[in-house]
């Protein structure tokens, strides 16, 4: 079943500014492939020209003083077998990475190819959005680190006809801060129906900040702007468990889709909200 | 354009469409013991081993990893001499139509070169997106398993 018909040349440049070179003089015409998962599930019948990042040495998990860098070519099976994402805000992140996808897939499927592809199913994009990820964009000749909201802001489908992603940094909080991330699947190898990922900065029970990210809505993840607000200085209880549940459920963005509908999805926003909170709260103890 | 692959320890070159994806090109040249079905990553029945790690060649394109060394079910063992995987799954009954049973075998077999003493859970893991139709899970858990046993009693590869 030959899906993608259109393409006449592939590409396997050796050097980041060669990877753009190619992109810049192809156009619309052209696609930078990290794992190749989505081209080859959602083929686009105008890409004529493939460009394979593989040769460019982005893969990889480091430590940095600007934080934990991973280049835009590591799997999500890297990642689980990174020492440093299994440290990473006491392991919160490393636990949600197994039940995404297969094994098989979770061998394909890029962070670099997340970000830039940013489809709605993606718990990548959650996760890095509840994470506040850095993007790190090159043209091979200057890095530029822009936040993830920032990235998203823009056209970036359009930055990434002139730059790739180069890698993401992940801050280094410190102990006050608190992560979760909850998905809900239908059978343990499905894609999310609906993910929420939560990053909050406590002073004792205090909440002093928050992000609250959420995905497949079933549009593409989005930051809870709202819901950031609605924490700040608020004190974690059960009470406030409950009252933040029926916030985000009242004020997030979700959508009907073939998967399920806006109703289930605003439950479940409901309860993961909840659930989040109670965790926070357990650990603030 | 042409590819070349280190398959099952045989170097082979093979003209490709620079659009195929690697199971249409393996089928295409001889390897029928990669079986094909959704083409969409979903199913794990055309399962491949890539530098010694399992993917759906259904989405990975064929140009991608040229010159990468890539095993099927056959480079792990034959009839004549089976790798101890491929025996505990028909001891211990895990095969039944068998379309799902090749690449099972080799997710399973890339866990225990990571892993020569999984849980269930690991296996349960490194199987999960090897569907059988069957639903003859169970079987394919105590076949990795008894494979362990056999491995450990030094019936190896």
Redesign the interface.
Known sequence: ??????????Y?PQTIKETVDILRSHGDLAEV?GG??D???F?NPRIKF?I?L?NLNLSYVKDSSEGIKIGAMTTI?NLIESDLIKDYMGGCVHSVL?EI?????R??ITVGGSLGKREPYSDIVTLLYGLNGKIVLSDGEWDEIVSINDFYKENFKRLLKERIIKEVILEKYPKDYFFSMKRYVRN??DIALFNMATLLKTEGKMITSARVAAGSRPKPAYLMQGAGEFLKGRELSEDLAEEFGKFVEEHIEVGTDTRTTEEYRKNLSHIYAKRILLEALEAAK | ?KVKYIINGKEEEYEI?????LL?VLRRNGHSEIKGNC????C?AC?VLIDG????S????A??V?GKHITTIKGIGDLNNPHPLQKAFVDVGAVQCGFCTPGTIL?AYALLKKNPNPTDEDIK??????LCRCTGYVQQVEAVKFAVKLLKEGKDE
């Open positions: 079943m030959l899906k993608l018909k259109g393409i006449e040349e592939v396997y492939v190749g998962l081209i080859s599930v083929p493939l394979f593989d099976t197994p996808a297969t094994e098989l897939l061998n394909q343990a190898t | 354009m469409h620079p659009g195929e994806v249409d083409y969409l990553g979903t794990g399962t790690e399992p993917h759906t259904c989405t990975i394109l140009a991608k040229n997710s893991k490194a199987l999960d997106g090897n």
